[in-house]
T-cell receptor, first 110, second 108 residues
């Protein structure tokens, strides 16, 4: 089945220790997104790739970086996680209008 | 900017009908989505409205009025598995923005 996959599903890191979250897709969609969602809040767009073009949201902290080495994969790097970065991180893809989400990675920062 | 309002929580009985409302303000409107999100899981696409009117898909229907900046999601024949958060999301100027979601609790 075509799908969006995120690994790991649960990630625990220490304050200040870099962490990378991964997303892959078999849908061959040209757009990939990273969202941050905290409890009882709306998903917040961090950035997205339109093909290879990177689009950063104005209020995304520099602590968050992303890489898209090819169409299928996209990575979220958090360089120095703080306690406030604990959240669910959602990857989504789209070709036209509708975005399809992966299962998310829940990040815990100790 | 974009502004999306949804009520925060509602409780309904199994087998009943529930209507979840969403009001929005945006420029360059290009569509409204409803997503279902179970606790700890990713949002799942339910519906997409870009023209005024009602779209029906099984037990779920979604309505849009662009002039009023208003949409609702109608859930019929509620089942226990429908207990979830329902997120309204709007595309404006090619940017998708989500509401905080409406938590629906289905009770027997």
């Amino acid at each position: 089945d075509a799908m969006v996959i995120q690994n790991p599903r649960y990630q625990v890191t220490q304050f200040g220790k870099p962490v990378t979250l991964s997303c892959s897709q078999t849908l061959n969609h040209n757009v990939m997104y990273w969202y941050q969602q905290k409890s009882s809040q709306a998903p917040k767009l961090l950035f997205h790739y339109y093909d290879k073009d990177f689009n950063n949201e104005a209020d995304t902290p520099d602590n968050f970086q992303s890489r898209r080495p090819n169409t299928s994969f996209c990575f979220l790097d958090i360089r120095s996680p703080g306690l406030g970065d604990a959240a669910m991180y959602l990857c989504a893809t789209s070709r036209e209008v509708v975005q399809f989400f992966g299962p998310g990675t829940r990040l815990t920062v100790l | 900017g974009q502004n999306i309002d949804q009520p925060t929580e509602m409780t309904a009985t199994e087998g009943a009908i529930v209507q979840i409302n969403c009001t929005y303000q945006t420029s360059g409107f290009n569509g409204l989505f409803w997503y279902q999100q179970h606790a700890g899981e990713a949002p799942t696409f339910l519906s997409y409205n870009v023209l005024d009117g009602l779209e029906e898909k099984g037990r779920f229907s979604s309505f849009l009025s662009r002039s009023k900046g208003y949409s609702y999601l109608l859930l019929k024949e509620l089942q226990m598995k429908d207990s979830a958060s329902y997120l309204c999301a709007v595309i404006g100027n090619n940017r998708l923005a989500f509401g905080k979601g409406n938590q629906v609790v289905v009770i027997p």
